[in-house]
């Protein structure tokens, strides 16, 4: 399984991006796909995710900004980042918690990273 990220960059404060993960490869089950991040010194956090059902969970410090949506035709899932603050610079990861098809286990895929900084 692999996780393709992009879309990251340089923004404004009040600006927006969109990133986009795509997964490939072949899967049992998909559970959940999302997006953390990463600043230097702290832990990896959730920033959102979304079950194959459409459920959708969000940090709190970006609810109303951002929003993550999900196409399963192609396997990809969506982080629309508005209204960005200077402490949403982080690196960001798209996770993917799948069952493998030689697998009874669910496990999580990380994707490589991209960079998101807002200057003020």
């Known amino acids: 399984v692999q996780l393709q990220a992009s879309g990251g960059g340089l923004v404004q404060a009040g600006g927006s991006l969109r990133l986009s993960c795509a997964r490939s490869?072949?899967?049992?089950?998909?559970?959940?796909m999302g997006w953390y991040r990463q600043t230097p010194g702290n832990q990896r956090e959730l920033v959102a995710s979304?079950?194959?059902?459409?459920?959708?969970t969000y940090a709190d410090s970006v609810k109303g900004r951002f929003t993550i949506s999900g196409d399963n035709a192609k396997n990809t899932v969506y982080l629309q980042m508005n209204s960005l603050k200077p402490e949403d610079t982080a690196v960001y990861y798209c996770?993917?918690?799948?069952?493998?098809?030689?697998?009874?286990?669910?496990?999580?895929?990380w994707g490589q990273g991209t960079e998101v900084t807002v200057s003020s």
């Open positions: 490869g072949t899967i049992f089950m998909l559970n959940h």
């Open positions: 996770a993917a918690e799948v069952r493998l098809v030689t697998s009874v286990a669910f496990t999580t895929f």
């Open positions: 979304v079950t194959t059902g459409g459920t959708t």
